[in-house]
């Protein structure tokens, strides 16, 4: 029977395997929890964000016929939940550019324009005092927008219709836009929000919150 000789070098060998396997076991134990963290810190600025604006959205679905699941998905979506440049230096919850007619205040942004050369250059966005202005802007803008008119023939509850109307008139040139809508809505069970009632109805009646 052949026998195992040990030597220094052999001694090195296996130690160098066995730190190797080490390292490779606690960097897989390490994935998991890194991206459950990711997961739940996501999540919470999700949530936070839905908590913030869901009352805001309903207000002016009342006010202006667009669905609050639509307003409050695409809040989601353009401003990354309330974390993107646009959102926390212009208040820009919808990435809705300045247009020709724009009269307000202005912030200057990276994002799909080029010019002549081929090259990307900054892009004009609206920029408001706080988040409310951008909501409000938000609802008139799709209001009074001549190519958007027909999705406020759909029911407020046909967000699906609207995913795909948005998409249709031009509000985004992502082609899978309405599907990430459509995707926020169903996962975050934003249609509550479609048949909650009319706040304006209890400011009228003077009704006030039970202590």
């Given at each position: 029977?052949?026998?195992?000789?040990?030597?220094?070098?052999q001694k090195h060998t296996i130690l160098v395997m066995m730190k190797s396997i080490k390292i490779i076991i606690c960097v897989a134990?390490l994935i998991p929890l890194t991206s459950f963290t990711w997961y739940n810190a996501t999540e919470r600025l999700v949530r936070d964000?839905?908590?913030?604006?869901?009352?805001?959205?309903?207000?002016?679905?009342?006010?202006?016929?667009?669905?609050?699941?639509?307003?409050?998905?695409?809040?989601?979506?353009?401003?990354?939940?309330?974390?993107?440049?646009?959102?926390?230096?212009?208040?820009?919850?919808?990435?809705?550019?300045?247009?020709?007619?724009?009269?307000?205040?202005?912030?200057?942004?990276?994002?799909?324009?080029?010019?002549?050369?081929?090259?990307?250059?900054?892009?004009?966005?609206?920029?408001?005092?706080?988040?409310?202005?951008?909501?409000?802007?938000?609802?008139?803008?799709?209001?009074?927008?001549?190519?958007?008119?027909?999705?406020?023939?759909?029911?407020?509850?046909?967000?699906?219709?609207?995913?795909?109307?948005?998409?249709?008139?031009?509000?985004?040139?992502?082609?899978?836009?309405?599907?990430?809508?459509?995707?926020?809505?169903?996962?975050?069970?934003?249609?509550?929000?479609?048949?909650?009632?009319?706040?304006?109805?209890?400011?009228?009646?003077?009704?006030?919150?039970?202590?």
């Open positions: 029977m052949p026998i195992f000789k040990s030597n220094n070098n134990c964000y839905i908590n913030t604006y869901a009352e805001l959205a309903v207000i002016e679905m009342y006010r202006s016929g667009v669905p609050a699941s639509i307003t409050l998905a695409q809040g989601l979506h353009e401003s990354n939940y309330g974390q993107s440049d646009l959102a926390t230096r212009a208040n820009n919850h919808f990435g809705i550019k300045c247009k020709s007619y724009w009269k307000g205040q202005k912030y200057y942004h990276e994002d799909d324009d080029f010019n002549t050369k081929g090259e990307l250059i900054e892009s004009c966005f609206r920029a408001y005092n706080n988040p409310v202005e951008s909501y409000v802007d938000h609802s008139n803008f799709l209001m009074y927008s001549s190519h958007y008119g027909k999705l406020f023939y759909l029911d407020k509850t046909d967000f699906k219709g609207w995913a795909y109307g948005l998409k249709e008139c031009g509000y985004a040139t992502d082609i899978n836009y309405s599907k990430k809508l459509i995707s926020k809505i169903e996962k975050y069970n934003l249609t509550q929000y479609d048949h909650s009632d009319n706040p304006y109805r209890a400011v009228i009646k003077g009704d006030s919150p039970k202590k």
